[in-house]
């Protein structure tokens, strides 16, 4: 029982913090939320990546495309934090 004990203080307050956040359930629907935001603006950027090359002004096409990059470069920051949530908290 004492070795239950000091275990448990092995483990520092901001550690418990981010477990209890983020452990599996607790923050699924926010992760869930987050995903299907970028992609809805994904296809809003396709859609105006695509009147972009339409309308043949290059300003705006490099516009859109960096949006694009900077959106995909979020998305999948966001999906691998999301896998390191996962493997910190299930370890």
Known sequence: M???QSEQK???PAEAVLLGALG???NGPTWNTLKTTF???????????GLAFSSSDSALTLH???LVLITAGL?????C????????VLA
């Open 75 to 79: 998305f999948l920051l966001l999906s």
């Open 10 to 12: 092995d483990i520092s």
């Open 64 to 66: 859109v495309i960096f």
């Open 39 to 49: 992609l809805m603006l994904g296809l809003s950027l396709a859609v105006m990546l």
């Open 24 to 26: 599996p359930g607790v």
């Open 81 to 88: 934090f999301d896998n390191v949530v996962r493997s910190f």
């Open 2 to 4: 004492e070795n239950k």
